[in-house]
């Protein structure tokens, strides 16, 4: 990964064009939900809680997926060994971490009026918690560790062992709460709130595509800033021994 | 529209229904909105860093 | 050329050399043992005095003295190499890296297993546990639980162990990853103690087994690039 190929004329561009599309994520998403909101009807137990799918799926599915893109970056940091897959993992990480806070958050406003309580040791809602801390500890790695190499190996062991849990998580909880005799969760959603869900999730996805390109650009900018810096400290310079 | 029996639905207070809907939707927007915040910081950050070795790396 | 069976020489070689070095110094492996004794006292305090509860609780408070006591044992695992600056000497030698893994896990699983057996002895006396009839399958269970906390316990410790944070390090990157394993051993522990009478047991054991292997081979595939750098 050359110098050259970050300071010159194409970030300008790359930076215009993520810019745009950040705009038009901000303004699908609100259209998404102003929608949703629009033409859905209360539900028959739920009432206008029901709307609050509309952020709380879409936030999940995204905390799902995120990490699938540590998954895949990870591994093709450790079979290249190219920085550029190891900051894209860090950066789906960060956003990865943000939607599962999320998610968690808003299944706790959910579940608050739905449930009569803040937290049930729900399969999916307790999945996403074990998910945030396994995020929370890629993150800790990062920040513990200094040399660049060291750390990238290891975020991308980390991530990839982390990943390939979660569903493992899921299922070992799905079965403790099956053992004990809990009622699950619904899953099914009734048809009339299908396209509002849809469309939030597609807005959702904008936004955490958006929110990984524009992390990884700064990074991609520090690390340039950081070689250009060695270069220097090696001397070399013009007219210097 | 229909909708399957959830005997574990409990009945609550219908009316305290529209807090939680606009605590759930405030609560995306301060999320996204506070994480877009950070996302420029980290960028002009980088940016200042760029720029001063620019200044400093080349002769 | 290196075989599969130099590696296997290679791991028992480091397996048994850190096991002799523990040997030397019993004051690690005591300090460790009383460290979890004094958890489950801790947890009886926090659970009890009521039977009942706390007899619910025994597998739980088991499983979670020997975790947390554990961590210590798996950095300490690293801090031989650590402390004399021998872990790239470890590396260079030819043959495998994960000759290095084999062999500090198989150390970490003697030093484990040695502290159930105590832990779980104690835990019996303290919680009012009857021994169940089924206690050979009790053993199976705790046996497959320790491999599944040493896999992830030695893989986890390689890295932690050389950064900057090793304290907070392991247990923040470990636990949540142990949970499969750490719920299937308790529940099948807890359902043996109480007499296995829905026949979960045998469910969780085969779950459990199962988690072993998939972290087993995962640990197995990415340890190399852990430890060479």
Same mark, same amino acid.
């Given at each position: 990964?050359?110098?050259?190929?970050?300071?010159?004329?194409?970030?300008?561009?790359?930076?215009?064009?993520?810019?745009?599309?950040?705009?038009?994520?901000?303004?699908?998403?609100? !259209? /998404?939900?102003?929608?949703?909101?629009?033409?859905?009807?209360?539900?028959?137990?739920?009432?206008?809680?029901?709307?609050?799918?509309?952020?709380?799926?879409?936030?999940?599915?995204?905390?799902?997926?995120?990490?699938?893109?540590?998954?895949?970056?990870?591994?093709?940091?450790?079979?290249?060994?190219?920085?550029?897959?190891?900051?894209?993992?860090?950066?789906?990480?960060?956003?990865?971490?943000?939607?599962?806070?999320?998610?968690?958050?808003?299944?706790?406003?959910?579940?608050?009026?739905?449930?009569?309580?803040?937290?049930?040791?729900?399969?999916?809602?307790?999945?996403?918690?074990?998910?945030?801390?396994?995020? @929370?500890?890629?993150?800790?790695?990062?920040?513990?560790?200094?040399?660049?190499?060291?750390?990238?190996?290891?975020?991308?062991?980390?991530?990839?062992?982390?990943?390939?849990?979660?569903?493992?998580?899921?299922?070992?909880?799905?079965?403790?709460?099956?053992?004990?005799?809990?009622?699950?969760?619904?899953?099914?959603?009734?048809?009339?709130?299908?396209?509002?869900?849809?469309?939030?999730?597609?807005?959702?996805?904008?936004?955490?595509?958006?929110?990984?390109?524009?992390?990884?650009?700064?990074?991609?900018?520090?690390?340039?800033?950081?070689?250009?810096?060695?270069?220097?400290?090696?001397?070399?310079?013009?007219?210097?021994? | 529209?229909?909708?399957?029996?959830?005997?574990?639905?409990?009945?609550?207070?219908? /009316?305290?229904?529209?807090?939680?809907?606009?605590?759930?939707?405030?609560?995306?927007?301060?999320?996204?909105? !506070?994480?877009?915040?950070?996302?420029?910081?980290?960028?002009?950050?980088?940016?200042?860093?760029?720029?001063?070795?620019?200044?400093?790396?080349?002769? | 050329?290196?075989?599969?069976?130099?590696?296997?020489?290679?791991?028992?070689?480091?397996?048994?050399?850190?096991?002799? !070095?523990?040997?030397? /110094?019993?004051?690690?492996?005591?300090?460790?043992?009383?460290?979890?004794?004094?958890?489950?006292?801790?947890?009886?305090? @926090?659970?009890?005095?009521? !039977?009942?509860?706390?007899?619910?609780? @025994?597998?739980? @408070?088991?499983?979670?003295?020997?975790?947390? /006591?554990?961590?210590?044992?798996?950095?300490?695992?690293?801090?031989?190499?650590?402390?004399?600056?021998?872990?790239?000497?470890?590396?260079?030698?030819?043959?495998?890296?994960?000759?290095?893994?084999?062999?500090?896990?198989?150390?970490?699983?003697?030093?484990?297993?040695?502290?159930?057996?105590?832990?779980?002895?104690?835990?019996?006396?303290?919680?009012?546990?009857?021994?169940?009839?089924?206690?050979?399958?009790?053993?199976?269970?705790?046996?497959?639980?320790?491999?599944?906390?040493?896999?992830?316990?030695?893989?986890?410790?390689?890295?932690?162990?050389?950064?900057?944070?090793?304290?907070?390090?392991?247990?923040?990157?470990?636990?949540?990853?142990?949970?499969?394993?750490?719920?299937?051993?308790?529940?099948?522990?807890?359902?043996?103690?109480?007499?296995?009478?829905?026949?979960?047991?045998?469910?969780?054991?085969?779950?459990?087994?199962?988690?072993?292997?998939?972290?087993?081979?995962?640990?197995?595939?990415?340890?190399?690039?852990?430890?060479?750098?």
């Amino acid at each position: 990964m050359t110098n050259a190929a970050i300071t010159t004329a194409t970030p300008m561009a790359r930076a215009t064009r993520l810019s745009l599309f950040g705009w038009f994520a901000f303004v699908f998403l609100i !259209a /998404s939900q102003a929608i949703a909101i629009a033409i859905s009807p209360p539900d028959r137990d739920m009432g206008d809680l029901q709307k609050i799918m509309y952020v709380h799926v879409p936030a999940a599915w995204m905390a799902m997926l995120s990490p699938l893109a540590v998954l895949f970056f990870g591994i093709r940091y450790l079979w290249k060994r190219r920085e550029e897959d190891d900051l894209l993992a860090a950066s789906s990480a960060e956003v990865a971490t943000t939607f599962a806070g999320l998610t968690l958050v808003l299944g706790m406003i959910w579940g608050r009026p739905t449930w009569g309580v803040w937290w049930t040791w729900d399969p999916r809602l307790t999945s996403t918690l074990v998910l945030f801390l396994i995020l @929370a500890g890629y993150l800790a790695l990062r920040a513990f560790v200094d040399e660049r190499e060291q750390r990238a190996q290891w975020s991308a062991a980390v991530g990839v062992l982390g990943a390939i849990n979660v569903p493992i998580v899921y299922m070992s909880v799905r079965w403790w709460r099956t053992i004990h005799q809990i009622q699950s969760s619904p899953s099914t959603v009734d048809p009339a709130y299908v396209i509002g869900l849809r469309l939030n999730a597609f807005a959702f996805l904008f936004v955490m595509i958006y929110f990984i390109r524009r992390r990884y650009l700064a990074a991609l900018l520090e690390r340039s800033a950081e070689h250009v810096a060695e270069a220097a400290a090696l001397g070399g310079g013009v007219g210097r021994e | 529209m229909w909708r399957k029996q959830r005997p574990w639905v409990e009945v609550l207070d219908v /009316s305290d229904n529209w807090k939680f809907v606009i605590s759930a939707f405030a609560v995306t927007w301060a999320v996204l909105i !506070a994480y877009f915040v950070h996302l420029r910081r980290a960028h002009q950050r980088a940016q200042a860093l760029v720029d001063s070795v620019a200044g400093t790396g080349r002769r | 050329m290196i075989t599969m069976r130099d590696d296997w020489r290679r791991a028992r070689a480091i397996a048994w050399k850190d096991l002799t !070095a523990e040997r030397r /110094s019993k004051a690690g492996f005591n300090a460790v043992i009383s460290l979890a004794v004094t958890i489950l006292v801790m947890f009886g305090f @926090a659970l009890g005095p009521d !039977a009942e509860a706390i007899r619910n609780a @025994a597998a739980g @408070a088991i499983w979670l003295a020997v975790l947390f /006591s554990g961590v210590l044992a798996f950095n300490r695992s690293y801090q031989i190499e650590l402390d004399g600056g021998a872990l790239e000497q470890l590396i260079l030698y030819p043959g495998s890296r994960r000759a290095i893994f084999a062999g500090k896990l198989m150390a970490n699983f003697v030093f484990v297993v040695l502290m159930l057996v105590i832990v779980v002895t104690v835990g019996v006396v303290l919680f009012q546990v009857q021994i169940p009839g089924a206690w050979p399958s009790l053993i199976a269970i705790l046996l497959l639980g320790v491999v599944g906390l040493v896999t992830l316990g030695t893989f986890y410790a390689a890295m932690a162990s050389r950064s900057r944070a090793r304290e907070v390090l392991l247990p923040l990157l470990l636990f949540p990853m142990l949970v499969p394993v750490l719920l299937a051993a308790m529940e099948a522990t807890r359902a043996l103690l109480g007499g296995n009478a829905m026949g979960d047991a045998g469910a969780w054991a085969r779950l459990l087994a199962a988690f072993d292997l998939i972290f087993l081979v995962a640990s197995f595939l990415v340890f190399e690039s852990v430890i060479e750098v």
